[in-house]
């Protein structure tokens, strides 16, 4: 476990107990939207004092109804604390329990709140199937509070077992190994065992009418039933990748890795919950052509689940990390000219964070932020990750090259396996590392404070091979100078960097020349959804708002609830004038509903309604 340094987004006082092992015992109602059941955790008091009674426990809650509390069998009393953004701390009083007892057992009888953050309910028409009800969870950042009492802080780590009920006719599957299943008249119970530690975030579960197909030697797909053959198709092979980490990182310790795609409200790109994996049907492009974002999380099995952040703050070490060694994969896999093209749509994500984020808060585009009172989703943006990737890159050409680094990369891994770690922890190993292997002057020139602390872009660029976005330049130049659009030539990829630079041009795109992109190649209608995302923000950036258009953005933005794309459509709709807004307003009103809670809040925010 890491050194102690207090997480702000936790009200648990960590400095006093950690949870060892959690026990969910836990009843899925669909028609209450709740989950009934308890909680039982394993903890270990850090403060021993003879014949002194021991420190209360505080655990993290957000909407949960607690029935009852009991410490080693025993009622004991307890205290719900006032609510804010940060939901309401738990206190179990252990006053009757002496310092000679280090270990206790807690456990919690409660009950979910129908609009907890963590839940998704979907009724049977929000499926693909149109018969049974749906349920998944989305517990990153804070929010497994919702889910469970708990320390809900990644610095600490837990292992877990479950025992979840459901409809006789419905599948259960978790963040881990199932164990087994009974049936009992309606209902079924599938048994679960996580054993190795994981934080709280990554504590998932789903709850539907779904199927799988295996993939590889470890990995399996699971979705709605409409969709499996289709996301079999997609993410077959799949096993090259956890090779080519393993390879990099050292060994998968997670057993199986199996996907789950999920229905279209899910927010994100994918979710690293171990054992099973969250993605978007919004990769399921026919072509295998977004793969990167499986690679990505397949990179979470070491950097984020394996090594992961002590708190919010230090999100980069997760996340940066990540998209460092999925890009050493992509590579590998495909070649430096990808690799390249990645990078390059990388550092346009980062560009359009940080004009974003410095309008109103500066201080998020720091690699290292200042979290206190703010909630870490309000933070989030492609800093962690492609500032995290850049800094890690500037790195590696100081110390020589990937050769060199991957060395590192391996022991970093290996050294801080199932702990959690602050930035200063990182750096201290780092330098320790290679002033162990003579190169003790390799970082004399980093300016640390620069890189980490300080607000906006970073110092520098690496350097990237661009073979494959000249290619995109030379068509850029055409097509301003008055040829025709060849783009058929184009991978998705190139397409998509093609769009971002034609967005650079200014006002040499004319909406005659956007219009004849689109008669040319129907890119309104493109199966891609990067594609398609890339395609309507360079329409409505230059100032292309029309039928053809706004059509094909509100249907995109309303199939599918993905934040990377729905958030900056929304908010470049709303800014493209009166009618624009009014269209972006209406749209969100009547499609809010739909949208998981994070992604409802965050929209919100964006058009100022909250």
């Known amino acids: 476990m890491a050194s102690f340094e207090r997480d702000v987004s936790s009200f648990a006082n960590v400095e006093d107990w950690i949870?060892?092992?959690?026990?969910?015992?836990?009843?899925?109602?669909?028609?209450?939207?709740?989950?009934?059941?308890?909680?039982?955790?394993?903890?270990?008091?850090?403060?021993?004092?003879?014949?002194?009674?021991?420190?209360?426990?505080?655990?993290?809650?957000?909407?949960?109804?607690?029935?009852?509390?009991?410490?080693?069998?025993?009622?004991?009393?307890?205290?719900?604390?006032?609510?804010?953004?940060?939901?309401?701390?738990?206190?179990?009083?252990?006053?009757?329990?002496?310092?000679?007892?280090?270990?206790?057992?807690?456990?919690?009888?409660?009950?979910?709140?129908?609009?907890?953050?963590?839940?998704?309910?979907?009724?049977?028409?929000?499926?693909?199937?149109?018969?049974?009800?749906?349920?998944?969870?989305?517990?990153?950042?804070?929010?497994?509070?919702?889910?469970?009492?708990?320390?809900?802080?990644?610095?600490?780590?837990?292992?877990?077992?479950?025992?979840?009920?459901?409809?006789?006719?419905?599948?259960?599957?978790?963040?881990?190994?199932?164990?087994?299943?009974?049936?009992?008249?309606?209902?079924?119970?599938?048994?679960?065992?996580?054993?190795?530690?994981?934080?709280?975030?990554?504590?998932?579960?789903?709850?539907?009418?779904?199927?799988?197909?295996?993939?590889?030697?470890?990995?399996?797909?699971?979705?709605?039933?409409?969709?499996?053959?289709?996301?079999?198709?997609?993410?077959?092979?799949?096993?090259?990748?956890?090779?080519?980490?393993?390879?990099?990182?050292?060994?998968?310790?997670?057993?199986?890795?199996?996907?789950?795609?999920?229905?279209?409200?899910?927010?994100?790109?994918?979710?690293?919950?171990?054992?099973?994996?969250?993605?978007?049907?919004?990769?399921?492009?026919?072509?295998?052509?977004?793969?990167?974002?499986?690679?990505?999380?397949?990179?979470?099995?070491?950097?984020?689940?394996?090594?992961?952040?002590?708190?919010?703050?230090?999100?980069?070490?997760?996340?940066?990390?990540?998209?460092?060694?999925?890009?050493?994969?992509?590579?590998?896999?495909?070649?430096a000219g990808v690799k390249g093209l990645h990078a390059a749509e990388g550092r346009c994500a980062l560009n359009a964070s940080i004009a974003f984020l410095s309008k109103d808060h500066p201080s998020y585009t720091a690699l290292v932020p200042d979290l206190n009172g703010v909630d870490p989703d309000d933070a989030f943006s492609s800093v962690p990750y492609e500032k995290g990737y850049t800094f890690l890159s500037y790195l590696q050409e100081l110390a020589g090259g990937p050769d060199v680094f991957n060395r590192y990369l391996a022991a970093h891994f290996a050294h801080f396996a199932h702990k959690s770690i602050t930035t200063a922890q990182w750096k201290e190993f780092m330098l320790q590392y290679f002033a162990e292997h003579n190169k003790e002057t390799v970082f004399d020139s980093v300016d640390w404070d620069a890189w980490l602390y300080a607000p906006g872009p970073p110092p520098q660029f690496p350097s990237e091979d661009e073979s494959l976005l000249a290619a995109c330049d030379v068509v850029v130049k055409d097509v301003l100078a008055g040829s025709a659009p060849l783009l058929d030539h184009f991978t998705a990829g190139q397409k998509v960097a093609f769009f971002k630079k034609l967005a650079d041009a200014g006002d040499a795109v004319t909406t005659t020349l956007l219009a004849n992109l689109n008669r040319?190649?129907?890119?309104?209608?493109?199966?891609?959804?990067?594609?398609?995302?890339?395609?309507?923000?360079?329409?409505?950036?230059?100032?292309?708002?029309?039928?053809?258009?706004?059509?094909?953005?509100?249907?995109?933005?309303?199939s599918q609830g993905r934040m990377k794309f729905v958030r900056p459509l929304y908010r470049l709709l709303a800014a493209s004038g009166e009618k624009g807004r009014a269209l972006a307003l209406a749209t969100f009103q009547e499609q809010k509903g739909s949208y998981h809670n994070i992604a409802a809040t965050m929209i919100s925010k964006d058009l100022g309604l909250k």
């Open 19 to 335: 949870t060892n092992s959690l026990h969910l015992d836990l009843h899925v109602d669909f028609e209450q939207k709740q989950l009934t059941g308890s909680v039982t955790l394993q903890m270990h008091c850090l403060r021993t004092q003879p014949n002194v009674s021991l420190p209360n426990v505080i655990l993290d809650t957000r909407s949960l109804s607690v029935s009852s509390a009991l410490v080693d069998g025993q009622p004991c009393s307890w205290e719900m604390g006032n609510e804010n953004f940060l939901g309401s701390p738990l206190t179990i009083h252990t006053s009757a329990i002496t310092q000679e007892k280090e270990d206790i057992e807690v456990k919690i009888v409660y009950s979910t709140d129908p609009g907890a953050s963590a839940l998704q309910w979907l009724s049977p028409m929000q499926t693909a199937g149109k018969v049974h009800p749906y349920l998944f969870t989305q517990c990153q950042a804070i929010h497994a509070r919702s889910l469970v009492p708990c320390q809900d802080t990644p610095f600490i780590k837990i292992v877990y077992t479950a025992a979840i009920t459901v409809p006789h006719n419905l599948v259960a599957l978790m963040s881990a190994i199932g164990t087994g299943s009974s049936t009992k008249e309606n209902t079924k119970t599938y048994t679960f065992k996580q054993p190795v530690k994981i934080p709280s975030y990554l504590l998932a579960l789903v709850v539907g009418d779904l199927h799988s197909k295996e993939i590889g030697p470890r990995s399996a797909v699971w979705s709605e039933r409409a969709v499996i053959e289709q996301a079999a198709h997609e993410f077959d092979g799949i096993e090259q990748f956890i090779k080519a980490g393993e390879d990099l990182c050292g060994p998968y310790v997670w057993g199986r890795l199996d996907l789950l795609v999920l229905p279209p409200s899910f927010p994100y790109g994918g979710m690293e919950n171990p054992c099973l994996t969250f993605v978007t049907p919004t990769l399921l492009a026919g072509d295998r052509s977004l793969v990167n974002v499986v690679i990505h999380e397949i990179a979470h099995s070491w950097s984020g689940n394996l090594v992961t952040t002590a708190s919010w703050a230090h999100f980069w070490l997760n996340e940066g990390f990540t998209v460092f060694v999925e890009r050493k994969i992509v590579e590998r896999a495909f070649g």
């Open 520 to 558: 040319t190649h129907s890119l309104g209608a493109a199966s891609n959804a990067e594609v398609l995302f890339a395609w309507l923000s360079l329409c409505l950036q230059r100032g292309w708002v029309c039928e053809e258009v706004t059509a094909p953005l509100v249907q995109f933005v309303t």
